[in-house]
Nanobody, 122 residues
């Protein structure tokens, strides 16, 4: 069974950067599309970004375009989310997920990590 573990979250000031990692075990990530999602306090989980199996195609939510970059290293079985110019409204628990369809729709993903907290505050 594929297992995903996120890391790299933390507390950062507005305008700062973080890089999240999603490491897989129990399976090979390059069989899957990988998505990053987040859930802010009091809100529904929303799609942030996703990347195709080979890494050649990516999608971003409008709220993060131009600030976040998703990438993957299939040799390391790891996907990354580089987050720049962070804003307080980016504060959330960030999750990575593996699925078969490249989409920002949560229901299309089969395997989920436990999440990592990102807090943007001065």
């Amino acid at each position: 069974q594929l297992q995903l573990v996120e890391s790299g979250g933390g507390l950062v000031q507005p305008g700062g950067s973080l890089r999240l990692s999603c490491a897989a075990s129990g399976g090979t990530l390059n069989y899957y599309t990988i998505g990053w999602f987040r859930r802010a306090p009091g809100k529904e989980r929303e799609g942030v970004s996703c990347i195709s199996r080979g890494g050649g195609s990516t999608n971003y939510a409008d709220s993060v375009k131009g600030r976040f970059t998703i990438s993957r290293d299939n040799a390391k079985n790891t996907v990354y989310l580089q987050m720049n110019s962070l804003k307080p409204e980016d504060t959330a628990i960030y999750y990575c997920a593996a699925g078969r369809v490249q989409s920002l729709t949560t229901a299309l993903y089969d395997y989920w990590g436990q999440g990592t907290q990102v807090t943007v505050s001065s």
